[in-house]
T-cell receptor
Framework: ETGVTQTPRHLVMGMTNKKSLKCEQH?????MYWYKQSAKKPLELMFV???????ENNSVPSRFSPECPNSSHLFLHLHTLQPEDSALYLC?????????????FGNGTRLTVT | EDKVVQSPLSLVVHEGDTVTLNCSYE??????LLWYKQEKKAPTFLFML????IEKKSGRLSSILDKKELSSILNITATQTGDSAIYLC??????????FGKGTKLSVKP
C-alpha cells in the first residue's frame, strides 16, 4: 500500500465515451500530480496541483481535464480520447512544491481507448 | 531533446553480478535528483540526492551525485532476481516538477 490510491485499476473506453480517473492520498500531502506512462517513452508530467491550485499544465490536450477539489483528491476527466492516449496513468503526491521531498506514486490506471 | 538521459536502456545480468546504472541531467533549475524502482505498477522511491559526492546507501543499493559532471549513478551489488525492474531517474526543478528519463530495464537471471 503506497498511501496513494487510484481507481479504477483498468479502464477500457471508446473514443466517444466520457470517463474519470480518481486519485486519493492519505499522506497529508499538499501537492498532487498526474503522469502518463506510454511504452518506450519517459514518464510524462501532465498536471501539477499545489494546495488545490494548478501550477503546471504541460501542453496537455483539452480532452484531458483535471480537477482537484481538495488536497487529498485529484481527478482526471476524459472525453473524446484517441487510441494513442492508451497508457498507464499515474497519480503522485508530495508534501508541497516548495519542499524538496520525494513523490509517492499510486498503482496507476491502465487505460485502453478503442 | 530529453532533459534526463539514462543509460543503458536495458541490461541483462546474472544473480550475484554488480550493476551500475547511469543518469545525466540538466543544470537548469536543479534542486534534486531522485531514483525510483518500478516493478509492475507504482514506482517506489529509492533515493533523493541533493549534494555532490555524498553516497546514499540502502542495503545492496547505493547512489551518488556528481554535480560537476551533471550525473548520478545507482549501484546494485550482489544482484538478485527480485532486483529485476525498471529503474527511473528524475530531476526535480526549482518549481517542484519532477521530470524523468526513459528508465533502465534491468533483468537479473538466476
Amino acid at each position: 500500500e503506497t498511501g496513494v490510491t487510484q481507481t479504477p485499476r483498468h479502464l477500457v473506453m471508446g473514443m466517444t465515451n466520457k470517463k474519470s480517473l480518481k486519485c486519493e492520498q492519505h499522506l497529508g500531502h499538499n501537492a498532487m500530480y498526474w503522469y502518463k506512462q506510454s511504452a518506450k517513452k519517459p514518464l510524462e508530467l501532465m498536471f501539477v496541483y499545489n494546495f488545490k491550485e494548478q501550477t503546471e499544465n504541460n501542453s496537455v490536450p483539452s480532452r484531458f481535464s483535471p480537477e482537484c477539489p481538495n488536497s487529498s483528491h485529484l481527478f482526471l476527466h476524459l472525453h473524446t480520447l484517441q487510441p494513442e492516449d492508451s497508457a498507464l496513468y499515474l497519480c503522485a503526491s508530495s508534501q508541497e512544491l516548495g519542499i524538496n521531498s520525494p513523490l509517492h506514486f499510486g498503482n496507476g490506471t491502465r487505460l485502453t481507448v478503442t | 531533446e530529453d532533459k534526463v538521459v539514462q543509460s543503458p536502456l536495458s541490461l541483462v545480468v546474472h544473480e550475484g553480478d554488480t550493476v551500475t546504472l547511469n543518469c545525466s541531467y540538466e543544470v537548469t533549475n536543479f534542486r534534486s535528483l531522485l531514483w525510483y524502482k518500478q516493478e509492475k505498477k507504482a514506482p517506489t522511491f529509492l533515493f533523493m540526492l541533493t549534494s555532490s559526492g555524498i553516497e546514499k546507501k540502502s542495503g545492496r543499493l547505493s547512489s551518488i551525485l556528481d554535480k560537476k559532471e551533471l550525473s548520478s549513478i545507482l549501484n546494485i551489488t550482489a544482484t538478485q532476481t527480485g532486483d529485476s525492474a525498471i529503474y527511473l531517474c528524475g530531476q526535480r526543478g526549482s518549481q517542484g516538477n519532477l521530470i524523468f528519463g526513459k528508465g533502465t530495464k534491468l533483468s537479473v537471471k538466476p
